[in-house]
């Protein structure tokens, strides 16, 4: 029989603000001690020497996750010219060195071709799977592997800044599955000069932005206190991208049951993925059908 995982049955999105030092699945963890949830999961992993957005869903959130996770990401980052390194950021070795250093207008004519629809080579030292291991985990025992190409949409890439010849800082928006450490890698093979990212910083994830954002501190201060549950946000706010319809009362009972439903009309098409609400709570995502709801996930608030 299997374990009950002890907490409270909480739901809502929290927005994290993440300090550099810490995993997404730190932050995670310090999350669901502090509110003392039942469950509780991440939209996005950050590296652990990235700040920025973190999206943490709690209890019925976390249903909506997916929808986060496919949504377009914006970052700001910096990347340092003239190297690599094993891990495509600051924390690898420097395996390659170049002098050369680009003009600014010689950056902003190679960055077309990091823009629509790419293909990208994740980092060696990545979460990506090979023959059921982590990569940075058979990267980390000296082992070089070829890992395939991904497809990636990238809606822009644009050079913000340049500080000093060394240094180059851009604007990046993406969808799903973006490593920006392959960006500045593959930049700085374009450009031959080599290069690797110092400084990331993500700064929304679809409609999560950094106005929402708390930080550690706060929710330490907080922490196990009534207090803390006034930083969460709806469970509804992880659905902001799909159409929303509303239920009936008998289609809300339905839909909750986990049936097709009666929604009123809407601006979707027969087939079109949606959510239903009823009485201002999310009841159910699923895809429309002939004035019905067929869900495919069904919440309990």
């Not at 800082?169 to 890698?185: D, L, P």
Request: hydrophobic share 40%; proline share 5%.
């Amino acid at each position: 029989m299997g374990r009950t995982r002890k907490g409270r049955d909480i739901s809502g999105w929290l927005v994290i603000d993440k300090p550099a030092g810490l995993t997404s699945t730190a932050v995670v963890n310090k999350i669901r001690w502090a509110f003392d949830a039942k469950k509780a999961g991440h939209a996005g992993t950050l590296d652990p020497d990235a700040t920025g957005i973190l999206p943490i869903a709690l209890g019925e959130a976390t249903k909506t996750i997916p929808f986060i996770t496919d949504a377009l990401k914006a970052y700001d980052f910096t990347i340092r010219l003239g190297q690599a390194t094993t891990t495509d950021d600051a924390e690898g070795t420097v395996i390659a060195t170049s002098d050369l250093r680009p003009e600014d207008d010689a950056i902003r004519a190679a960055l077309p071709e990091f823009v629509g629809n790419i293909t990208q080579v994740p980092p060696q030292f990545s979460a990506v799977k090979v023959d059921g291991e982590r990569a940075y985990d058979i990267a980390r025992s000296g082992e070089a592997m070829e890992l395939a190409a991904r497809d990636l949409y990238v809606e822009s890439l644009a050079l913000t800044a340049r500080s000093d010849p060394d240094h180059a800082t851009f604007n990046f928006v993406c969808g799903k599955g973006g490593y920006v450490r392959s960006i500045a890698r593959d930049l700085g093979g374009m450009l031959g000069c080599h290069a690797h990212v110092i400084r990331l910083r993500r700064l929304w994830v679809g409609g999560f932005d950094l106005d929402m954002a708390v930080t550690m501190d706060q929710i330490t201060a907080l922490a196990r206190t009534p207090d803390i549950d006034a930083l969460l946000r709806p469970v509804a706010l992880g659905l902001t991208d799909l159409p929303e319809l509303r239920a009936t009362d008998q289609g809300a009972a339905r839909l909750r049951n986990g049936n097709p439903g009666q929604v009123l009309p809407g601006s979707v098409e027969y087939g079109d993925l949606a959510w239903a609400s009823h009485n201002g709570q999310p009841v159910a995502v699923g895809r429309y059908r002939s004035g019905e709801l067929h869900p495919d996930r069904v919440f309990n608030l």
